[in-house]
Each structure stands twice: as structure tokens, then as C-alpha cells.
């Protein structure tokens, strides 16, 4: 049977943003609720083995609370350490493993429909706040295979691929990191990408490092191609052009659960995926529902990540004074608003 229970706040995404959220509103005397479908950072948790960030460390902290690390720039398993940590020192609850269903505006609340392992539970919250991100849901190619089980939206670690045909699908700043890795590892690797060349926005240590290996032919490159069909063994082009792949790794980015959306009531543009929001407050077009981080920006994800995102429960929780700061600590991101 389901139980019922009243959360003045629940949060719904237990990664940076999330959790900073669920400092500001208990700075304020509130006690949120956090939860999470995955595990805590479950969006770090799902990035390689040993990688480290290209945003310095003071730029990934939460609440005020140190990020210490061994070299100039933290690793995937320091700021996993580091975000439990800020849960532990906090006192923040926090409940994994549970995913929300929808959330019912009622008399007394948002009737919040929660599912967990070991059943659904109903919550009324006062206020619902979303950052939930985007990393669960991958940009689909929609092509026969793409469900076989050596085909991943997600790269873990070169090491399991070498000496295997592997073909990455993408060109952006993913695919290349993983081509060039995968390369590096052993593996035998071709880089099949819609675009003619390799995008403007590649990192700029990467991009010539990716150009070389493909000059010299030590990665195959295929542009301007289009996926029709993954089999057992290959990957099917446009023109009929197969690829041997004992790997794929589908790096083709990823998007804001629109669905949930959808079933909560947030008005958003069909194409953009941008939602309308307050955009001092970030409360959307639902009363008492409020978005956080890169969900706020639609399917323009790299507009909003930790280094501004952390500063939005300030603007949801906080007064004017607050919301005032949290734009002046990050004044030269550009928030559109859906309008």
C-alpha cells in the first residue's frame, strides 16, 4: 500500500545542483527531501573511470565546503568523494534509488507519486523543485540495433576495448575524447559523424590531437555519414558502407526528461525543450514547481552546468537580496527564459 507523508520541499536530483539546492533551503529552516532515481552524483558516477574536470576545483563546490584534491583539478572519483562528503557534513536526507512519477497540484499541496524499491509512496510537498539534469536520457539514433548489448550511450573506460573494432557516433567534445582514448588503449577506431568536419566547439586540445590521428590514419574518420543500422557485428551507413564493430558508443548527447514534463504540466517549447520560467525565481508555469541547472536551458544543455547551476536554490529559496547575488556570482550566463 502506498504511504503518505508531508515534505515541506522535495528535490528531485541528488547531483551538484540538487544537493545545493538542498543547502539553501536549509539554511533557510526548511527540510527538503532529496531524491534520486540513481545514486548520489549519479551523472558523475556515469562518467569514465579516472576522468578528471576541466573546471578547477573551487568552481564544483557546494555550500561553501572545500573541494581538496591531489593535482590542480579534480578526478571523477575526488568529487564523488567530495559531494558525499557535503551530504554527510550537512546532515542532508537523501533517498536513492527512488524516481518521481508525477506531481498533482491538490488543496493541501503538490501530491508527489514517488517509486522505490520496495513500492510507490505519496508525498504532498509545498514546493517541488527539479534537477534532475539530463544524463539519464541519451539523444536516440533511432535506428534497427541500436538496443543490442554492446551498444552504449555511455563510455566507462578504454581498457575493455582493446584490440577490438570499435565505432564511436559523434563529433562533439565526447566522441572525441573517447576516440582518441579508445585509440590510445588499442583499440582499432573509427569516428562516424552527420557533420562535414569536426565541430568549432571541440576542445581545443583535443581537436588537433583528434585531426593528427586521423591525418596519419591511426583513426578511421567517416563525415557526413549517416547510421541506417547496427547488427551483431557492424555498423550500417548510408550507401551501404559496413563498419566492423565489436563496440559502439553511441555519444550522440542527451536531453531533459521532457515526459516528466509533460506530466507534471510545465509549458515549454516543443522544439527548443526550453521551459517558461519566473526567471528570478525559476517557478514554472505550475505553481510551487521550480527548475534547476541544465534542466532550465531545454536541449541547450552546455548552457547550464555545476559552475552556474549551483547558485539556483539561492534564487528559488532566497530573497530578493539572494537572487540579486546568485546573478552577480554568475552574471555573464544568459538565462533564457522561454518568453
Known amino acids: 500500500m502506498p504511504t503518505s507523508s508531508r515534505e515541506a520541499v522535495l528535490i528531485v536530483g541528488a547531483g551538484p545542483i540538487g544537493l545545493s539546492c538542498a543547502i539553501s533551503a536549509t539554511r533557510r529552516g526548511l527540510l527538503p527531501l532529496v531524491i534520486d532515481a540513481g545514486a548520489i552524483a549519479e551523472s558523475i558516477v556515469r562518467y569514465p573511470v579516472g576522468m578528471t574536470f576541466f573546471t578547477t576545483p573551487e568552481r564544483l563546490e557546494i555550500g561553501g565546503h572545500p573541494l581538496v584534491c591531489a593535482g590542480?583539478?579534480?578526478?571523477?572519483?575526488?568529487?564523488?568523494?567530495y559531494y558525499r562528503g557535503v551530504v554527510r557534513t550537512e546532515k542532508l536526507r537523501v533517498r536513492t534509488g527512488a524516481k518521481l512519477l508525477k506531481a498533482v497540484p491538490s488543496p493541501h499541496g503538490l501530491e508527489c507519486t514517488i517509486a522505490g524499491r520496495l513500492g510507490v509512496d505519496t508525498m504532498i510537498a509545498e514546493r517541488v523543485v527539479l534537477a534532475t539534469g539530463y544524463f539519464d536520457h541519451p539523444n536516440a539514433l533511432g535506428v534497427p540495433g541500436e538496443?543490442?548489448?554492446?551498444?552504449?550511450?555511455?563510455?566507462?573506460?578504454?581498457?575493455?576495448?582493446?584490440?577490438?573494432?570499435?565505432?564511436?557516433?559523434?563529433?562533439?567534445?565526447?566522441?572525441?575524447?573517447?576516440?582518441?582514448?579508445?585509440?590510445?588503449?588499442?583499440?582499432?577506431?573509427?569516428?562516424?559523424?552527420?557533420?562535414?568536419?569536426?565541430?568549432?566547439?571541440?576542445?581545443?586540445?583535443?581537436?588537433?590531437?583528434?585531426?593528427?590521428?586521423?591525418?596519419?590514419g591511426e583513426i578511421a574518420a567517416r563525415f557526413g555519414a549517416d547510421v541506417v543500422e547496427i547488427t551483431d557485428r557492424e555498423v550500417v551507413l548510408g550507401g551501404g558502407v559496413r563498419i566492423a564493430?565489436?563496440?559502439?558508443?553511441?555519444?550522440?548527447?542527451?536531453h531533459p526528461d521532457f515526459d516528466l514534463f509533460s506530466k507534471i504540466g510545465i509549458a515549454f517549447d516543443s522544439t527548443t525543450g526550453r521551459p517558461k520560467l519566473n526567471p528570478d525565481t525559476l517557478e514554472t508555469t505550475v505553481p510551487g514547481v521550480y527548475l534547476a541547472g541544465s534542466v532550465t536551458a531545454g536541449r541547450k544543455i552546455s548552457e547550464v552546468f555545476i559552475e552556474n547551476g549551483r547558485f539556483d536554490g539561492e534564487k528559488i529559496f532566497g530573497d530578493a537580496g539572494a537572487r540579486a547575488g546568485a546573478d552577480e556570482r554568475y552574471s555573464n550566463i544568459n538565462r533564457p527564459t522561454g518568453e
Open 72 to 81: 590542480a583539478k579534480a578526478t571523477r572519483e575526488e568529487a564523488l568523494k
Open 147 to 216: 538496443q543490442l548489448p554492446h551498444v552504449s550511450h555511455y563510455f566507462d573506460e578504454a581498457h575493455r576495448s582493446a584490440g577490438l573494432d570499435v565505432v564511436v557516433i559523434g563529433g562533439k567534445n565526447s566522441a572525441a575524447e573517447t576516440a582518441l582514448q579508445l585509440f590510445r588503449a588499442g583499440a582499432k577506431v573509427t569516428l562516424v559523424y552527420r557533420g562535414a568536419s569536426l565541430p568549432a566547439g571541440v576542445k581545443y586540445w583535443l581537436k588537433p590531437d583528434l585531426e593528427n590521428r586521423i591525418k596519419a
Open 245 to 254: 564493430a565489436d563496440r559502439v558508443y553511441a555519444l550522440t548527447g542527451y
